[in-house]
C-alpha cells in the first residue's frame, strides 16, 4: 500500500501498569496517544447510532439521565455488571451474562474485543478481572492508549535499542530446534546453528507460544487451538477522514468489530474470525468497506486494501484451556515459561507478556 501499517490495532487500556512501567524504562511514553474510553456504536441491522462513555462511572450511568443507556436496554440490564464480582473459574460469560438486555450491544462486543473468543466459551473470571482493574475502577484506568505512529516507535525500536544500550544483544532468526534434559534439568539448548549448554546454576527463560513450545517439551499438555485476528487495512485520500467523528467505533450485527481512523487510512479489526479464514481478501474488503460506508451513510471510495491475518493471535481463551495453563505439569525445574498466554488471570495482551517478562526476572534474581 506504500504506508507503514501494524499487523493489528493493539489497544491498551490505562490500567495496564507493566505496559506504562515498560514504556517509561524504554522512554517511549511520549510516543502514546491517550483516547478518552468513550466509543461510538452503530447497529447496521438495527440502524441506530449511540455513544457508550466509560468516562461516566458505572453509577453515573446507572442513575444519571436515560441518553446515557445503550438504546433498548433497561438499567436492570447494567447489574449483569455485578455478577463478574463474583464469578468462579468454570463459568463462561455467556452462561453469567448470556440473558442479559445487552448481551448483544454490550458482553458480546466486550469479550470479543478482550479476549479474542467468543462469549460462549471465554472465561468469565478473566474478564472479571479486566472489569475489576478498569471499568469498576473508574475514568482514570479506563482510557485508551495507543502509538501516536505505529508500535515500531513505540515498542519495538525503543526496546531494542534499550537492550543495546545495556550491553546486551538480540539474535534474530535463532530457532530452537530442541531441548536436551537431565534429571528434570536442561542440559542443552540446539538452536539452528549452534547449541548452548547450560550449566548447574543457570535457568533458562522460554517466551516461546503454546504450539510451539509443544514441539519442544511434547510431554507438556499445553492448548492448542487458537482464533484468528484479521484487519483490513484501507488506504483513502486524506479528504475522507475528515467524515469520521470519532477515531475509534464498533460495529453490531456486522463482519467488523472495531474501526480505526488512523491519520493516513483506516483500519477495521475482525477478532475471533477462525471463521474467515478460508474467505477471498477481496470479498472481505468489499463486504467490510459497505460496512463503513453504512456507517457514514453515503458511498465513499478506497485506494487500496491490506488484509492481514493472524491465524494464531491469541489461543483460545475459555476455561478448558486456562485450567490447563493453570496445572502445567512436567516442566523441567531450571525453566520459567513466560508469554502472555502463561499469565492467565489475564487475557493475552501486551501488558500480560510484559508482566511476565518482570516475573521472569524475578526468577533469575531469585
Ligand atoms: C492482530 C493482533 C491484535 C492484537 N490486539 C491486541 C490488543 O489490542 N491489545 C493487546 O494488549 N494485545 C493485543 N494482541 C496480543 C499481543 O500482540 C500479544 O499478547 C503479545 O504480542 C504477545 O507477546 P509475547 O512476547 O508473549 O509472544 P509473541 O509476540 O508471540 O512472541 C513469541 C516469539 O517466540 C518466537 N518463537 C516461537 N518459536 C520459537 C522457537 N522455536 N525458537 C525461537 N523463537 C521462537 C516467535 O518468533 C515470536 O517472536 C494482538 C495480537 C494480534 C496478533
Redesign the pocket.
Known sequence: MGIEI???????FSA?EN?LDFCKDIESKRTLKVFPPCFGFFDLKEKKKWDLGLENSLFKILFSQKKTLIPGSKIFDYFSFLKFLITNNNKSVYELVGKSGIYNTFWEPLTI??M?TSPKEASAKVLSNVLKKTFFKGQKFCNILQPSLNWEQTLIKPSSEFIKKKGNQIQFN????EIEIKNDMVTNLI?NHKKINIGDNEKVIL???PT??N??LPEIILPKDYNT???IHFKIKKNILSKFKQPIFGLINSISDWVFIKHNHISV?V?NANSMNSIDSDKIAKNVWEEICLYLGEKIEFLKFQV?R?K???YHQSTKNLKLIKNLKKIPNNILL?????QYNL???????IL??KKAIEYLNN
Open positions: 501494524d499487523n493489528g490495532n493493539h489497544l491498551v495496564n505496559f474485543g478482550v479474542n535463532s530457532l530452537l530446534k538452536f517466551c516461546i507460544p510451539n513450545l514441539k519442544l485476528i484479521l484487519n479489526t477478532s492481514v493472524e494464531k493471535a491469541t513466560a508469554g502472555d498466554w502463561t487475557p493475552c495482551t501486551i501488558e500480560a507478556s511476565s517478562g
